[in-house]
């Protein structure tokens, strides 16, 4: 098991496994460039200095499928929860197997398929700021390079195998970033300088589609045969769908940090370019089915669980000092995004066998000089939860966002839990 996982990882040196950054990129994780809390090389210690027999892993935070997919190189079976109806399709993406040849088969279908395309697609349903010309003279796609992902969105759907529909979306939303005129990161979406004069071009769609889909081609033919080939996908709120679980010996995640960024507006693009959004009305009900980590959405916040004495000064500090925040509704943002991880704890207890070990990667916030230190909280949480703290490691440090007010490094963390038999 662990010499498939080494092929795939190719022995490569991870700076720090609190992240693949100034890593060489892994086959699979180039189809759409995410910035993972922690590298494969994390599951693969979890698993290894687990004291049970790890047979099904579970990642109730899926992401882009980093913790699911290294679960299948190691010969464990995934189990994997994502609300983003993008990302739950580019994991599934990875995860399943192919006949190459039918994938092939359909590939060639899309490119007829636009190729001989002569209608004007109608994008009205798109938010106004998505294509030319915009609002206040700014817009995200030309509108050659619109109609031209609408061509391929249409062609994908008339696709008769569900699962092809659902590859050919991962590897069409891996890409819209590049052919638009924005940038996009953990701070939000900016322009791109002088995108201007620098007019994205229909045909870059068309190449970054057929490159993008063989390089894809050649992964999963070249690691057909991972140790594991089983799955479980529960697409929603993990709040609600970790019940759904079945026994599981081992969970590896990363939950949202309490930082106000909405994470869904990091994939805002996709989710409307693909056609997972249709409307004002179901981009709302996605966010607020979100972990209560930002206050982007109106929302009802659960109330601030007992158990933690770290959690209580903290919380009686940002009250105090709710009016010097940007935005009022923050104190009781940190309250429910505590109520929702111990809502998520507690549902994990309850799926892990006895002695089985939650590995959790979290990162720190600020407020208006007030720390949150997730670690710690979590840890004086989790006797609640039914679980007993092995270990906090430092993870890297992070800056703080400027509506966090600054340039703190703020510490992410590994804590590691066990669960109390």
Known sequence: MQLAFEQWTKGRQVPTLGTNAGAEKLPFQTWRHFKEAFAP???ARAVSESSLDVRKCIDPFGGSGTTALACQFLGVEPVT????????????????????????????????AVRDECRHHDLSWLPPTFVAPGVDERWIFEEAVAQRIES?????????????????????????????NVLISGKGRRYRQNWQ???QLPETVDQQFLVRTQRALYEIARYSTRPMTRYTLIRGDCRETISRSPTVDLAVFSPPYPNSFDYTDVYNVELWMVGYLHDSASNRILRQSTLSSHVQVQREFGPRPSGSQTLDSVSTQLHGVQKALWNRRIPNMVDGYFADMTTVIKALESCLSPGGEAWAVVGDSLYANVHIPVAKI????APTCGFETVRIEAFRSMRSSAQQGGRAELAESLVVFRKIQ
């Open 81 to 112: 929860m994502e609300v983003n109806p993008y990302l739950a399709d580019l994991i599934e993406a990875k995860l399943a197997a192919y006949d190459g040849a039918m994938l092939t088969r359909d590939l060639g279908q899309i490119i007829r």
């Open 41 to 43: 090389e994390l599951v």
């Open 378 to 381: 979590l840890s004086e949480l």
């Open 152 to 180: 391929y969105r249409l062609a994908i759907s008339e696709l008769a195998t569900p699962l092809h529909q659902m590859f050919f979306r991962a590897i069409l939303g891996g890409f819209l970033v590049d052919v638009s």
């Open 197 to 199: 004069s620098r007019r």
